[in-house]
């Protein structure tokens, strides 16, 4: 079984792009989300295994979310996105709980799937 993602993030051309990335990483998504608000209602009703995360919301910040995501009970894997490679660092994701970030233009590679998933190797 794939591990099921949650994909948040407030630009639906990026969300539909991280999606067949996502996909053709072998991964499941579990659902989209474009804000705060609508991600947690999404984890708490889907339980996905892990987020996508991006740090730029509407409603709220990102690096927020991602650390309350990675609190659930289920302990989903949150890996922290954005286009500015300047948003945050892994180590400050790590902090909060996140697996980590990774750049947006860094997205199509085998760090992210190992990210979510936990697995070194990509399946």
Do not use: C, Y
Not at 33 to 61: C, K, M, Y
Not at 69 to 86: C, E, K, M, Q, Y
Not at 95 to 123: M, N, V, Y
């Amino acid at each position: 079984m794939s591990t099921s993602v949650l994909v948040v993030d407030d630009d639906p051309g990026f969300r539909d792009l991280a999606v067949r990335v996502l996909e053709g990483m072998g991964l499941a998504i579990a659902g989209e989300a474009h804000d705060v608000a609508s991600a947690t209602e999404a984890a708490a009703r889907l339980r996905p295994q892990a987020a996508l995360v991006d740090v730029g919301l509407p409603d709220g910040d990102g690096v927020e979310l991602a650390r309350v995501l990675a609190g659930l009970p289920w302990s989903p894997r949150v890996v922290i996105t954005s286009s500015d490679r300047d948003a945050t660092t892994d180590a400050d994701a790590r902090a909060i709980g996140a697996a980590g970030f990774i750049a947006k233009d860094d997205l199509p590679s085998a760090q992210l799937s190992a990210l979510l998933t936990g697995r070194r190797d990509p399946e």
